[in-house]
């Protein structure tokens, strides 16, 4: 069985209009660019319709992760999702898991999964809770 490349274990398909926050010369662009190959289009910035996913480059110098994940809710979907990347352990920008967990629970929503997705970044995928999906 051939290994998922980290952008097809973010689960994207064709169909999906993907947003990009938080970009910076640090991202993986390699993974970037399995993105866009995989949703067959350059992710957005500024949404003109609601988004199925939000991709959130995160590190700790960017500040609270709280301020990231609700700073990312305006243009989803009420079914969509965030994926939360963030730098792995011993990298520069490293956020602990506790501190994603904290976050998350704080700015309302639900961590769903985690996986690696580039040798530097891991991705958490962050959901509405069921029933409050607004």
Known sequence: M???????????????????????????QALRDDIMDIIDADMVEEAVE??????????????????????????????????????KVGRPGYIDAASVAEGVTIAGLTLTSTANVARDWQATRVVRPKGNRK
Do not use: C, F, H, K
């Open 2 to 28: 051939e290994s998922q490349s980290g952008a097809e274990l973010l689960g994207l398909n064709a169909d999906m209009v993907v947003q990009e926050l938080g970009w910076d010369e640090d991202v993986d």
């Open 50 to 87: 609601a988004v199925d996913v939000v991709i959130l480059w995160w590190r700790d110098e960017d500040g609270d992760v709280v301020d990231g994940l609700v700073d990312a809710l305006p243009d989803l979907a009420d079914d969509g999702y965030i994926w939360l990347l963030t730098p």
